[in-house]
């Protein structure tokens, strides 16, 4: 009991002064360093969760730091979640890419945060979606663009605090997909000179946080305790 005092008094003291508070994050590295950017994991280095692919869509673990690279601050062991085997042009729109499953039990207010890679012949949009039921999803937003290839684009942010069904939600759920551009039938490739091949998507630094400590309540704080007591 002390010890769980003791972490309920830290995480009000570390919201209070970050103003957030991190349910999920995934940074891809192994979880025992080994150098190596194409080994990695798919489990939450932060929190619970699962990440999996969806559409016919593989994955593999690439660099995190190729060319601009993500936010991670590791620097020798930084992997980023590698995906290709997107749709041929015309097909699949919004059917393939990243899905991320989160319980926000306890929680609201949600933000979603991550870094992107894009290559040459990869979509160059975009789509986040929500789900409520883990089964059904939504598009949230407009599309983000890429619009230049082989590049990272950081700190991509959806908030999701005005969707009352994303709090306190067990089956919470979001997907990142390749859209066809706006108005049209077909994918546009993120580089301006090239065309759309599939190419690959890559990401790092996924995070789901609760922004403010007003919104992190009782139930959410004990979650949070007993996350750290089992890693503890």
Same mark, same amino acid.
């Given at each position: ?40 994991? @798919? ?6 969760g ?48 990243? #899905?991320? @499953? ?24 975009a #789509? ?31 908030? &999701? ?28 490739a ?27 309540? &009782?139930?959410?704080l004990?979650? &949070? ?7 503890a």
């Open positions: 009991m002390k010890i769980a005092a003791a972490l309920l008094v830290v995480v009000c003291a570390g919201a209070a002064a970050n103003a957030s508070v991190i349910l999920s994050q995934w940074n891809f590295n192994s979880t025992v360093g080994d150098a190596n950017t194409a080994t990695g994991v @798919n489990t939450p280095s932060v929190g619970a699962t990440a999996l692919t969806v559409g016919g869509v593989t994955s593999a673990f690439a660099s995190g730091q190729a060319g601009t690279g993500s936010t991670d601050p590791e620097l020798l062991d930084d992997s980023g979640f590698q995906t290709t085997t997107f749709p041929v042009q015309g097909a699949g729109n919004k059917t393939a890419g990243v #899905q991320f @499953n989160v319980s926000t039990v306890g929680f609201s207010n949600v933000i979603v945060s991550w870094d992107q890679r894009h290559s040459n012949t990869a979509s160059r949009f #789509q986040f979606q929500y789900s409520t039921d883990g089964t059904t999803f939504n598009d949230f937003g407009a599309a983000f663009a890429g619009i230049t290839g082989d590049t990272w684009f950081n700190n991509r942010s959806i908030d &999701l605090s005005s969707v009352a069904g994303v709090n306190n939600n067990a089956s919470f759920a979001f997907r990142i997909v390749a859209a066809f551009a706006a108005s049209t039938t077909a994918y546009t993120s580089s301006p000179t090239g065309t759309y091949a599939g190419g690959t998507w890559r990401f790092d630094m996924v995070t789901v946080t609760v922004p403010t400590p007003g919104a992190l309540t &009782l139930a959410g004990g979650t &949070l305790v007993a996350t750290r007591r089992r890693r």
